[in-house]
């Protein structure tokens, strides 16, 4: 059975850092891709972040490139996503997904994803 569970999140200043993990069951990760979505109340789930299976290639929008980091550790079968200089903007919930048994190519959208997370919440305020 696929599972995805999201942990990490929590209450940040701005500025601060925070690194979420997303650990996967039933399938070996390496093979797939992995993409973080966030979701704030009244508004549709984004993708902002997505890492490739096979080779790791990473993506990102322009609203993180640059502050976060997507990474995977194969022999933990987890998906990290870390964060620094977060904003008050980047509060939301947070979610992994993917799109396995497709390619892990990062090709998916959000209607393409076939196992989520349950997500975690992020908090950025003083």
């Known amino acids: 059975q696929v599972q995805l569970v999201e942990s990490g999140g929590g209450l940040v200043q701005p500025g601060g850092s925070l690194s979420l993990s997303c650990a996967a069951s039933?399938?070996?990760?390496?093979?797939?891709?992995i993409t973080w979505f966030r979701q704030t109340p009244g508004e549709e789930r984004k993708g902002i972040s997505c890492i490739t299976g096979g080779e790791s290639r990473t993506y990102y929008v322009e609203a993180v490139k640059g502050r976060f980091t997507v990474s995977r550790d194969d022999a933990k079968n987890t998906v990290y996503l870390q964060m620094k200089n977060l904003k008050p903007e980047d509060t939301a919930v947070y979610y992994c997904?993917?799109?396995?048994?497709?390619?892990?190519?990062?090709?998916?959208?959000?209607?393409?994803?076939?196992?989520w997370g349950k997500g975690t919440l992020v908090t950025v305020s003083s």
């Open positions: 997904a993917t799109d396995h048994p497709e390619p892990g190519n990062c090709e998916g959208t959000r209607s393409d994803m076939n196992y």
């Open positions: 039933g399938f070996t990760l390496r093979n797939y891709a």
